[in-house]
């Protein structure tokens, strides 16, 4: 079974900046899209950025290019979020998510009814 495990969230002043990590248990990881998806109060989850399998690809929602960067470590089995230059707006709960790659198109990294794993979330705060 495979297992997502977010951490690095918390408040910080805009203009600031955040690092999530999301642990990824199991040997597959190395095989696995991956992607960080968001949720603020009253709101639909939203895409925020993703990663192919072997790191060759990022997608980045409009809102958060030039801002945010999407990484992977494969040795140490850990997804990375590096947001830069945080604003009131991305303050949310941050999901990490993954499946196992395939031929998908470019559209269905976007698509969170795709990834199969999830994580439990981490708040991130940033106050206005």
């Known amino acids: 079974q495979v297992q997502l495990v977010e951490s690095g969230g918390g408040s910080v002043q805009a203009g600031g900046s955040l690092r999530l990590s999301c642990a990824v248990s199991?040997?597959?990881?190395?095989?696995?899209?991956m992607a960080w998806f968001r949720q603020a109060p009253g709101k639909e989850r939203e895409f925020v950025a993703a990663?192919?399998?072997?790191?060759?690809?990022?997608y980045y929602a409009d809102s958060v290019k030039g801002r945010f960067t999407i990484s992977r470590d494969h040795t140490k089995n850990t997804l990375y979020l590096q947001m830069n230059s945080l604003k009131p707006e991305d303050t949310a709960v941050y999901y990490c998510?993954?499946?196992?790659?395939?031929?998908?198109?470019?559209?269905?990294?976007?698509?969170?009814?795709?990834?199969?794993?999830w994580g439990q979330g981490t708040q991130v705060t940033v106050p206005s």
């Open positions: 998510a993954g499946r196992a790659s395939q031929a998908y198109t470019i559209g269905a990294y976007y698509d969170p009814s795709l990834y199969n794993y």
């Open positions: 990663i192919n399998w072997n790191g060759g690809m990022t």
């Open positions: 199991g040997r597959t990881f190395s095989s696995y899209d």
